[in-house]
């Protein structure tokens, strides 16, 4: 059975502090539990203060076999960064603009060249999501459409290559559309003159759709994620609704990191939909969810840090 971890952006005292309350001890450098495994759900790196410790945990149980990993939003940036261009020279396929330097500073800051480059190498056969008995697990959103066009465009090897990483960093490009609704999620753009204030204070006139529900009968607060922030009681406008592929109630369970919700305790979404990203860089906590095989989750299954 499986443990899964959200996203730890470099927090290890509070990944060490979980591993240790759901009974992972540490046995030559790796922790193992004797009868489960881990699931990592992406987004190690950037923004906090022990990045290169965080790997080393993360990537030593994925190697040990104590642990599966997927891969998140920031790993698949950090490789497109570190990637040039193989059309313009001396570019990268992920722009070096301010907002990327300064999301991706932390890391360039605390990892040396030969750690960056074995982690970029380990980030390349990172999954972007698992498909298990009994349960799934992706970065921010279970969508089959967009999935089935990243496994065609794959490696056979399902290892992250330039030439994957080519389209999927072209704004335009039908394969950019589904690695950022996988590893992203799915945003709805608010009516004319409705915005909204990020977390870093942007104004902003769309927001991140809780997708795995029926948009039906939902207006903009309802279907947002953190719709306290969504002052829009207006209806879901057809064009959202019509995208929208609500997860099935019947489909296995599905676990998601990436939303950064604020909250005092966690919550499931719904019977078979959690997310385990509370925020652990601002202020929130560190989340697992211990699943011992049940189709329906329940909020008992949460654990996390103080
Ligand atoms: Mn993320």
Known sequence: ??????????????????????????????YRH?????IFLGDYIDRGPKILQTLKIVRGMFEENAA??????????A????????SRHGTFLRKRNTANIRQHA????????????STLNWFRVLPLWLDLEGLRAVHACWDESAMAMISNAIDEHRVITPGFL??????????????????????????????????????RNKVRTRWYLSPHGQTYRTYAFQS????????????????????PLAAKPVFVG???????????LTDNVACLDFNVTKGGFLCAYRWNGEQKLNNDGFVWTV
């Open 106 to 117: 932390q890391t360039i800051l605390q990892l040396n060249d030969k750690d960056m480059e």
């Open 166 to 203: 080519q389209p999927a960093y072209q704004n335009g490009n039908a394969l950019f559309a589904s690695v950022e609704v996988v590893l992203k999620g799915k945003d709805a753009k608010l009516p004319h003159n409705v915005f909204v204030t990020d977390k870093d204070g942007h104004s």
């Open 1 to 30: 059975m499986y443990d899964l971890i959200g996203d730890i952006h470099g927090h290890a005292d509070e990944l060490v502090q979980l591993l240790e309350r759901l009974d992972y001890r540490k046995i030559r450098g790796i």
């Open 228 to 247: 306290n922030a969504l002052n829009c009681d207006l209806e879901i406008d057809d064009a959202v609704a019509s995208k929208a592929v609500p997860y």
């Open 68 to 77: 599966l990993a997927i891969m998140g939003n920031h790993e698949l940036n």
């Open 258 to 268: 990436h939303y950064g919700l604020s909250a005092v305790s966690p919550d499931i």
């Open 79 to 86: 490789l497109a960064f570190h990637t040039e261009d193989p």
């Open 34 to 38: 004797p009868d489960r495994k881990a």
